[in-house]
């Protein structure tokens, strides 16, 4: 692995967290937060771990889509535009606030190992949270769905008294 | 390089802007941030036993995912309800229409 490319990784993984809080524009703020998922993902990427980074990037690509669908409807257009000079401040923020992370370690290393295979791990030892996890993802989908039916049925009421 | 000390950054970030942000994306949006940072925290304290690390970060991702949509469902509702979606102005509607109610009893 080339030196040095964990570190810029994490630089960029920081300045688009701050960008995603700070812009103002709904969708270049959707946009940092797209290069926050893709970062993190190269991130688990460079460390090992290939399926993780390929799961974060999936989940990561479905939650921008849908954002970048609603993101009209959760905003208004901002008063005045971000300037190009705080886009560049806060670019430089997130370059200094990740300084510590690259320099400095407050962690002492793990000396526990195991060489426990993820398909072992998912499907020997967690066999029962995965059908669960199944369970309760069934369940978030179709409490969205009432609750989304519900509030489309009482808006055409309100439309239909008026 | 710490990631411990990089998921502190992304979690004060993201603490940030949860409490300074008035907007409902950006809250949105800092939650996100969060949940990026225990995630980041879990996977790399767990880099020697990438197996069962990989294996319990992935089940972790499906009930983000699902929290998300969760948020995301019920940030629309409200937005469209009324009509902003801008917290303060969100209260303020609210205050109002509890106070006229009072009123009118």
Known sequence: MIPGVVELVSIGLVVSACLAIFIDEAIYSVAA????????SALYALSGAV??????????IGTLSILFLSGEMLSEKPLNKTKPIKSIGVAVLGAILSIPAIFFSISAPSMVSSTTSLGDALWNYSAVDVVLQGLVILTVAIGIAIVLHENKKKSKKRSGQQ | MDFVLLSLVMLAIGIYGLLTKRRLLKVFISIELIATAATLNFIMLGANNLGISQAFMILAFSTDTAVSAVILALLVIVSKKYGTSDISEIVRTEVEVEEESEARQ
Do not use: E, M, P
């Open chain 1, 33 to 40: 937060l797209a290069a926050t998922f893709v970062l993190t």
């Open chain 1, 51 to 60: 399926y993780v980074a390929i799961f974060q990037f999936a989940v990561g």
